[in-house]
């Protein structure tokens, strides 16, 4: 196994492409085509991770926080990041960062907080804008359904709960191949007149590429006439945060405590007591305070993420209770989403969960 396979398989699961404006994600360090022996998985990447991937023969390292996020204009050694990149590369160990883009998937962070609480009815809380394409083909009649089921294995039709959905109307399609052309049906310099059907799918942004490579490759034509068109439909899919139901509503307090034993919390702050079950839940993985007024626009009880500040606590309004839970305890599940999917591809390959608490954060 190469780097780049790796890097294929998170990309499968959770495109680069979904990934902030801001992150880092991808291949930090090493080459994409340097074999692989070992992976470790992590949150972070410290030097004690760097050496504990060093004690298992681990060449590869999946984090979920890019380990260079900022740009670094000199490695003097002075920073953590600057020594571990100088042993990274000293010990030809290959980095790779998963984040915002894990994070905007609704399998992705979000859903093993809710995995843990055992929510039900899922969808993103704030769906990313201009995440959905309308792909318009035309194609002989007898060879639509092959180019139909092409499209639909490469991501497109799917229409909430519904998959295998398309638009087909039946026409007739003009061509005139040149002498330099290799036509499918019709002859050279002569107006062939062809029964088609027009073919409409809709599909997620990231399936582009996928979708095109799959019509090419399903068509009979040499030329396949194709469009993409922009659609504004929400695409409950990809985007920030996630919504849900418990399996029965709970009382705020005892779903407190709950959160508290469930993701090893030292402390959990949170806002004030409704007097009321908790039924409806928002959440998302890390710093996640800019998705309170969605939450509440959408009617949840509570709000569970990390990082915010004292005065945000306020802008609950006695709508909502905000339960912060901390950065790396409401992520602290994402690294066994990486080991699942490489166990899952590569049931053989040497992989391991990084044992390193990598939390910065301590409580006295």
Do not use: W
């Amino acid at each position: 196994m190469l780097v780049q396979d790796f890097i294929a398989l998170l990309d499968d699961f959770a495109p680069q492409s979904l990934q902030e404006s801001y992150d880092n994600c991808g291949l930090l360090l090493g080459s994409p085509t340097m074999p692989v022996h070992g992976v470790l998985v992590s949150i972070d990447i410290t030097e004690e991770v760097v050496e504990e991937a060093l004690m298992h023969h681990c060449n590869l390292i999946i984090s979920h926080h890019p380990l260079i996020f900022k740009a670094l204009k000199h490695i003097t050694m002075q920073t953590y990041t600057e020594r571990c990149v100088v042993k990274l590369l000293k010990n030809d160990i290959a980095v790779i960062a998963a984040h915002t883009n894990f994070d905007n998937v609704l399998d992705g962070v979000n859903a093993k907080i809710a995995d843990v609480l055992a929510l039900e009815n899922r969808k993103v809380l704030l769906p990313l804008a201009n995440s959905l394409l309308k792909l318009v083909t035309y194609v002989p009649l007898i060879h639509a359904p092959k180019v139909r089921e092409a499209l639909f294995a490469a991501g497109a039709g799917e229409i909430g709960n519904y998959d295998a959905c398309s638009f087909n109307v039946e026409g007739y399609g003009t061509f005139r191949a040149n002498s330099h052309a290799h036509p499918f049906v019709g002859e050279t310099n002569q107006l062939h007149t062809e029964h088609e059907v027009r073919m409409e799918v809709i599909l997620p942004r990231n399936s582009k590429n996928a979708a095109t490579s799959a019509l090419l490759k399903a068509h009979p034509y040499e030329e396949p006439a194709y469009d993409f068109f922009a659609i504004e439909n929400t695409y409950h899919k990809i985007g920030a945060g996630l919504i849900a139901e418990l399996p029965e509503p709970m009382d705020a307090l005892a779903l407190l405590k709950d959160l508290k034993q469930k993701f090893q919390c030292d402390v959990i702050r949170h806002s004030r007591l409704l007097g009321r079950k908790i039924n409806k839940v928002a959440l998302c993985g890390g710093s996640g305070s800019f998705l309170l007024k969605e939450a509440i626009n959408q009617g949840a009880d509570i709000f569970i993420s990390g990082d915010f500040k004292y005065h945000e606590f306020f802008d609950a309004e006695n709508k909502i209770l905000i339960a912060d839970l901390g950065h790396f305890e409401t992520e602290q599940f994402t690294k066994h989403i990486f080991y699942e999917l490489i166990t899952k591809k590569m049931p053989t390959f040497a992989v391991r969960i990084s044992e390193i608490k990598t939390n910065p954060i301590n409580y006295l």
